[in-house]
């Protein structure tokens, strides 16, 4: 089989907003409400002649997560191996010894403050180290390894204070593609995808480590991180196993709702996005095998129906990176042809789609990715009805790009750091950067790197 199934965490809603971020801060995964949207003034509009200024470059071991930054600090997980080597072939597991760690960095400088250090042996595809960007809320980091090793410590010094084994607490086998779904903070509550009978879904006292509840069996746990979103009247947590797209309580896990949803190998990857629409409050949700559906979202009670189900030539089928909504119109990179495609809401018809911000390339390349951030503010002279975004591209460029239904426009290309990786025979780099303090911070398998963006 030629499918690349990892999903990263990079992976990728609705708010879930640690209470201890400013607004310029990125504490988590997509940002302070997990909804990729950089909401700072002051940003350039066009890149310089020469680049964007480098702040800071430091380096760092392997790893797919992406940094998070807070509080004048940048958490980054990544892997030192000792022995093994990596093979990126889709259906194996490589067994590899190492070192998994959690450094904390001065935002400022880069200089390495504290770091927290784990023996971990990986038996998984694509062993290049951890997936989930860290967590930080009210002083804590919570770090979720590959191989199921979970972490709360304390931000400012990295003293641990609880820790979790998913595969011997609770009896959750290790994906093969590793735990990718980065930890959700709901009030009091740390809530993960861990695996195993009864416990795809788990909350834990973010404080003291302590179980809460668990919810759901599936075939497998599949790699979508927990996302929250509000609907009916009320909040709802959301968890697409490899079976069913599922909506919780989120102070009890039990289920409100549920839909069949089997993407091919278990691969449930994306967070499901929803938006107020034309017609309404509504749901999307895809990955390989040409999997996707729409959803309604009922106003007066936590209830969905489908509206529409993807064609082979319709809707977007989405893996690496999470899509997003603007309005009636849907955008994200597919899986099978690799470009950044933009769909029309009302059926799923594809109004465009482009390989430029993905693999770059003039062939549809499988599992091509970009990373998509909105811009809050709009710019003055940007046409009505664009939306001004910065894309981190599998290339390794940071790119300033309009997109609109019509099509997508380029304005302006960087090269910020190296592809690292590899992935059906072309080089990739597959981590999601963090958008914080007027800067941008990105990294690859040797350094993390920091660029201003400010006027």
């Known amino acids: 089989m030629r499918f690349h199934r990892l ?200 404080k003291t480590g302590a179980e809460r509840w668990r919810a759901l069996t599936a075939s497998e746990s599949g790699y979508c991180p927990p996302t929250m979103i509000e609907s009916g009247g009320i909040r709802q947590l959301v968890i697409w196993d490899a079976d069913n797209l599922n909506a919780l309580d989120p102070a009890t896990g039990r289920v409100l709702w549920s839909q069949p949803l089997k993407p091919m190998y278990g691969m449930s990857i994306m967070a499901p996005q929803v938006a107020d629409t034309s017609r309404g409050r509504v749901l999307f949700a895809s990955g390989i095998g040409r999997v996707a559906a729409l959803y309604a979202l009922a106003a007066d009670a936590p209830a969905a129906q489908l509206i529409w189900r993807g064609e082979p030539k319709s809707a977007v089928y989405c893996a690496n990176a999470t899509p997003f909504i603007a309005g009636d119109t849907l955008y994200g990179c597919d899986c099978d042809t690799g470009a950044l495609t933009a769909v029309a809401l009302d059926d799923g018809r594809r109004l465009w789609e482009t390989l430029e911000p993905t693999t770059g390339g003039e062939r549809r390349s499988k599992h091509g990715t970009a990373f998509v951030v909105r811009q809050a503010d709009p710019v003055a002279g940007d046409p009505a009805g664009t939306i001004r975004t910065w894309i981190f591209s599998e290339t390794g460029d940071l790119i300033l790009a309009r997109l609109s239904p019509e099509r997508y426009e380029e304005l302006g290309r960087v090269h910020l750091l190296d592809a690292t990786n590899e992935c059906f025979g072309r080089d990739v780099v597959w981590s999601h950067p963090a958008f914080a303090g007027g800067c941008i911070f990105v990294r690859n398998d040797r350094e993390l790197v920091c660029v201003s963006a400010t006027e």
């Open 7 to 206: 999903c990263f965490a990079v992976f990728m809603v609705a708010p879930c907003v640690a209470s201890a971020a400013r607004g310029d801060d990125w504490p988590q995964w997509l940002g302070p409400r997990r909804d990729a949207t950089w909401r700072e003034q002051g940003l350039v509009t066009t890149f310089p002649a020469g680049g964007l200024p480098v702040k800071w470059r430091v380096p760092v071991a392997e790893g797919y997560s992406g940094p998070a930054v807070t509080g004048g600090r940048v958490y980054v997980a990544d892997h030192v191996a000792r022995e093994g080597e990596v093979v990126n072939g889709p259906n194996d597991r490589t067994k590899r010894l190492g070192t998994e760690r959690l450094l904390c960095l001065d935002a400022a400088t880069g200089r390495l403050l504290w770091k927290h250090e784990q023996d971990c042996a990986y038996s998984i595809s694509y062993a290049s180290g951890p997936r989930c960007t860290p967590t930080v809320a009210d002083g804590l980091v919570y770090s979720l390894g590959a191989e199921g090793n979970l972490a709360c410590l304390d931000a400012a010094s990295g003293e641990l204070r609880w820790s979790k084994d998913f595969k011997k607490d609770y009896s959750a086998p290790t994906p093969i593609w590793g735990f990718c779904g980065h930890p959700l903070v709901e009030g009091d509550l740390l809530i993960c995808l861990v695996g195993g009978p009864g416990s795809v879904a788990m909350a834990f006292d973010r």
